[in-house]
């Protein structure tokens, strides 16, 4: 008892911060479609994270529902830039699962998206978004940039640099940054810190190359985790030791 009444009064080392969460989030490994205890698993752990008075933006990806890149063969009748739309419209279905998800918690909610879709969600415009984020709402960034051909990871680094959040967190399903895939060879290194050079220098699989450069540019720090392990979230906005620090 004594450590949560400690964890709830702890204040929080980001006042702002920008979460990314891929659509495998929303799903139980392996499986697509969405599953609603996923994303409660991920509502829960957001919402034990805003009560210490951090401003969350969630930027949301759609891999759970469909993939641009499945329709990137020669033989496929869609074009390239139709699948990357219809990613973002994935991505827009997720964000009202997890608006709704976060609401039967009791937390206060905007479902903004860079496509329009005025009759389930707000347009993205970046000082609404600032002005919700301070009145204490979680706002839910869906639709990427509104652009073809350009990865939600950029999107989430595009936003927290508009937002000016403090650090970018990427939600993964591993424990952080690893030298080698965690999945496939169990002797890979876990990394505490890394520089922005060691990913690109070491070709690391955090986020794409225009994201990492991004945050470089503007050393913005990112905080790679694994959100399937309870309290994580809460913990990274706290500076609890969790995953890998990316940073100058």
């Not at 419209?89 to 997890?98: F, M, S």
């Not at 509104?146 to 959040?165: I, K």
């Amino acid at each position: 008892m004594m450590a949560e009444s400690t964890q709830a009064a702890a204040a929080p080392k980001y006042r702002r911060v920008v979460l990314k969460i891929s659509g495998e989030g929303f799903v139980h490994p392996g499986e697509r479609g969405i599953a609603m205890d996923a994303v409660l698993h991920i509502a829960r752990q957001t919402y034990h994270a805003a009560q210490h008075g951090v401003q969350i933006a969630i930027v949301i990806g759609g891999g759970n529902i469909l993939r641009g890149a499945q329709f990137s063969s020669g033989n496929s009748c869609v074009h390239e830039a139709t699948a990357h739309y219809m990613g973002m419209l994935a991505t827009v279905i997720n964000g009202l699962a997890l608006q709704d998800a976060l609401e039967s918690l009791g937390c206060d909610t905007r479902l903004m998206t860079a496509i329009r879709t005025d009759g389930v969600a707000e347009p993205y415009i970046r000082r609404r978004a600032r002005r919700h984020l301070e009145k204490g709402r979680i706002v839910i960034l869906a639709g990427g940039t509104g652009s073809p051909f350009v990865t939600t990871d950029t999107a989430a680094a595009q936003r927290a640099l508009e937002l000016e959040a403090e650090v970018l967190l990427k939600a993964t399903r591993v424990d952080g940054v690893f030298s080698d895939d965690p999945e496939k060879n169990p002797h890979a290194m876990l990394y505490s810190e890394l520089s922005y050079d060691d990913v690109r220098r070491q070709n690391l699989r955090v986020m794409d190359h225009e994201a990492i450069t991004k945050c470089d540019e503007y050393e913005l720090p990112i905080l790679v985790f694994n959100f399937r392990k309870d309290g994580n979230i809460e913990d990274a906005v706290l500076g609890q030791r969790v995953g890998t620090l990316i940073h100058e």
